[in-house]
């Protein structure tokens, strides 16, 4: 089962000013990077849960998140 | 009153024989970042604070970001993820990295003991201790956490107690009796309101806000918050731009001086500006002090007072 683990910070892949071009939150955007250590894969969307599920469908052990405060 | 063996409502305390037991003397995280992320925009801006969080919280809100450890003790699928804690070795990393504390992501006020046991090695250190809260407390944990925080960030999330307590459980009047008496403590107070439907993002949910929020004091800062559909709240659009352009115009006029929205509206909607000659003071990036005119508290073009902690 994947973990989630609190990280200090994430990059943004989402800027502000598309907020108006995606008024149903629909946007996912993400970066897939070949790292020392395997595939590390960037992801940043309006639904949260949306991109929870597409990241959980990769079966990750652990997925890391920004809280929010 | 809890019987022996029995665990409260929000599953982090559990009385034992004639002991009261806590899980609250733990962070599930301890990693430092911003003031302005909390946020803060007018207690020592440009500083770093290490967050600690407790897990656990008083409210049930369906829009949270942070169920994941909020939620602890309510909901069955959130496991514990708590490490024990030493205030000793929090202060000397948070002295370390010329950081304050701030407890946040979940509810301060469950973590009472920890906060009281970090702020007495923490004060003589002359490290700040902050609470990002949602208010929830008695008079009587209001008492004893005003004399130990600097700074509180409390969430408003309704215009109504029926609103409040559908969303988060609770009613709201404590929370409003909350923000007057560290107001009245003279603790350094800043508001936050996301924008939820139903709840709080209509304009005239968010004019009563505001104007309890301008009862308090003008100079009190409000933060307003998209509101991103998550958890059991998936069925909502996230909050547009507009509307929250809109909810800073109602937040200025109910009298407010400071309102800010921390990424839709851009640097200006993260701008202060001086009440009285109108020049942008203070400009921020998404989660960062970039410059500050405020000298000595005033306005650096006009002399005027800017309401804050600045140092």
């Given amino acids: 089962m994947t973990r989630y683990e609190g990280v200090p910070e994430l990059p943004d892949l989402i800027d502000a000013a598309e907020y108006d071009q995606h008024p149903d939150g629909g946007l996912i955007r993400l970066r897939i990077s070949v790292t020392p250590s395997g595939v590390e894969i960037l992801g940043d969307g309006m639904r949260p849960e949306a991109l929870e599920a597409l990241l959980e469908s990769l079966e990750p052990d652990e997925i890391e998140q920004m809280w929010c405060g | 009153m809890l019987r022996d063996g029995q665990v409260g409502t929000c599953g982090v305390r559990r009385r034992t024989g004639d002991v009261l037991e806590t899980a609250t003397f733990a962070s599930v995280m301890q990693h430092v970042d911003a003031n302005e992320r909390k946020p803060f925009y007018h207690f020592r801006p440009g500083g770093r604070s290490l967050t600690l969080a407790a897990p656990g919280c008083t409210f049930a809100c369906g829009y949270c970001i942070n169920h994941r450890i909020s939620q602890y003790g309510r909901e069955s699928s959130v496991a514990w993820n708590g490490q024990p804690i030493e205030p000793a070795e929090v202060v000397a990393r948070a002295v370390a990295e010329d950081a304050d504390i701030c407890f946040s992501y979940t509810e301060p006020s469950l973590a009472l003991e920890l906060t009281e046991a970090v702020v007495a090695l923490a004060r003589p250190a002359g490290v700040r201790v902050m609470w990002k809260s949602n208010g929830f407390l008695t008079p009587e944990a209001v008492d004893r956490a005003a004399g130990l925080v600097d700074a509180v960030n409390i969430d408003v999330k309704a215009a109504d107690t029926a609103a409040h307590r559908r969303l988060t459980g609770a009613p709201l009047e404590p929370v409003l009796d909350t923000v007057r008496e560290f107001a009245r403590r003279g603790v350094w107070?800043?508001?936050?309101?996301?924008?939820?439907?139903?709840?709080?993002?209509?304009?005239?949910?968010?004019?009563?806000?505001?104007?309890?929020?301008?009862?308090?004091?003008?100079?009190?800062?409000?933060?307003?918050?998209?509101?991103?559909?998550?958890?059991?709240?998936?069925?909502?659009?996230?909050?547009?731009?507009?509307?929250?352009?809109?909810a800073v115009r109602i937040g200025h006029a109910a009298g407010l001086r400071h309102?800010?929205?921390?990424?839709?509206?851009?640097?200006?909607g993260r701008a202060t500006r001086c009440p009285a000659c109108d020049e942008t003071v203070v400009r921020r990036g998404v989660w960062q002090l970039e410059t500050s005119e405020i000298r000595a508290g005033r306005c650096a073009r006009c002399d005027h007072p800017i309401d804050g902690r600045w140092n």
């Fill in chain 2, 189 to 246: 107070l800043e508001i936050t309101t996301p924008l939820i439907p139903g709840t709080s993002a209509a304009p005239e949910q968010l004019a009563t806000i505001a104007r309890t929020v301008a009862s308090v004091g003008a100079q009190v800062p409000w933060h307003l918050v998209r509101f991103t559909p998550t958890y059991r709240m998936t069925g909502h659009d996230p909050t547009a731009p507009a509307d929250l352009a809109e």
């Fill in chain 2, 259 to 268: 309102v800010y929205v921390e990424r839709a509206l851009g640097a200006e």
